[in-house]
């Protein structure tokens, strides 16, 4: 098996010592160690987002939130965003929790504008509202700090949920500026991890919301989390403990480089690839101004095939990824998100011009 650097907008590679964490010996989840190992955890995680928010972490991917929304937050009707495939996600789970909710849609490559949602909520009667903050489909960076304040401030009473499950870890998220009610996010993208965990950030007012809500079912029972580690500190169910070992330690070193640092690398990283396209003539997905950090999203305007890119560039070591769905061939994406840096992005840039001969 040839290892390949994963460079795709998540998994994204798992260093060997953070691997290497999953190997510690069993415990108990119902043990004082683990409380310790998880009331750190949480701790480390207040400090990285600079926040006293609830926390938790949910042994399940990143969608286990857009349940939990439909679930805990919905009473009679949601607004949900819609400008690429994982905030289209976002709408059709709440629908599937047999919720109502309208779509705010807007083209793919476009942002959400905090006038466009403050429109739309000034015409119906909604208590939720979801919006995504890296639609890691199109490459786009919607300005959440700016739609939550605007809409904290006009309308407290309605719940926002924003998915920054793509960007949490690289970008800088900070829940207490955003003011959003609950904030999540998954292990392998921007934390680089392995799959298999998500985190919530979650305000006091989110949970006198679900405490109204009926059929909150159990996994997803946000009251049931909370009070659990309320009274335990520990998880209702049996967490995943090897990836907690994971988390903790990776926290270690997110906190040691900083959220602002770890911000400004994956800035770097997005900046050079945009100049390296802008110089070959390739062009950026998403509007100007709203390109991600995290995961870069190019126009495949020079008509290449982006299939054989991927089989050279796997030779070679690399791994990119094709556009999303209906923009298979039309975009290919880089993800830069977590531990790369700059110098292995100038790597692969390098080796694309090779293969293409630019
Ligand atoms: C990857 C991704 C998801 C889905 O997360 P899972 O951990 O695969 O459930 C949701 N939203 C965004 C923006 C993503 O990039």
Redesign the pocket.
């Known amino acids: 098996m040839v290892v390949k650097r994963l460079l795709i907008?998540?998994p994204t590679d798992v260093p060997p010592d953070i691997l290497l964490q999953q190997t510690k010996p069993m415990i108990g989840h119902r043990s004082d160690e683990y409380t310790k190992l998880y009331t750190g955890i949480i701790e480390k995680l207040q400090k990285y987002f600079n926040t006293q928010r609830n926390i938790t972490v949910l042994t399940a991917?990143?969608?286990i939130w857009m349940d939990i929304t439909g679930r805990n937050m919905v009473k009679k009707k949601a607004l949900a965003c819609v400008n690429g495939a994982?905030s289209e996600?976002m709408y059709l789970t709440i629908k599937d929790c047999g919720k109502d909710v309208d779509a705010l849609v807007v083209d793919w490559g476009k942002a959400i504008k905090p006038e466009m949602v403050l429109e739309r909520l000034s015409q119906g009667s909604y208590d939720t509202l979801a919006v995504?903050q890296?639609?890691?489909s199109t490459g786009v960076r919607s300005p959440v700090n700016e739609i939550c304040q605007k809409v904290k401030k006009e309308y407290p009473d309605i719940m926002i949920v924003v998915?920054t499950?793509?960007s949490a870890g690289g970008d800088l998220i900070e829940p207490d500026v955003m003011n959003a009610d609950i904030v999540f996010t998954?292990s392998?993208?921007c934390f680089a991890l392995p799959?298999g965990l998500?985190i919530g950030i979650v305000s006091d007012a989110a949970l006198e919301r679900a405490k109204q809500v009926p059929g909150r079912g159990h996994y997803t029972d946000l009251i049931a989390i909370f009070d659990y580690y309320a009274k335990k500190k520990q998880n209702p169910t049996t967490p995943n403990v090897s990836l907690m070992y994971a988390l903790d330690y990776q926290l270690d070193r997110m906190l040691a480089e900083g959220a602002q640092k770890r911000y400004e690398r994956h800035l770097a990283m997005a900046e050079m690839t945009r100049k390296w396209a802008k110089e070959h003539g390739i062009e950026s997905f998403p509007e100007p101004g709203y390109e991600s950090v995290t995961v870069s999203t190019l126009k495949n305007n020079l008509n290449k095939n982006i299939g054989e890119l991927n089989k050279a560039l796997g030779k070679r070591g690399f791994q990119i990824s094709n556009g999303y769905g209906a923009l298979k061939d039309k975009t290919f994406r880089i993800g830069h998100m977590g531990e790369w840096t700059p110098d292995e992005i100038r790597s692969l840039l390098l080796n694309i011009e090779d293969i293409w001969g630019l």
């Open positions: 907008p998540g991917s990143g969608t994982f996600r995504c890296n639609e890691t998915d499950v793509s998954s392998q993208k799959p998500s």
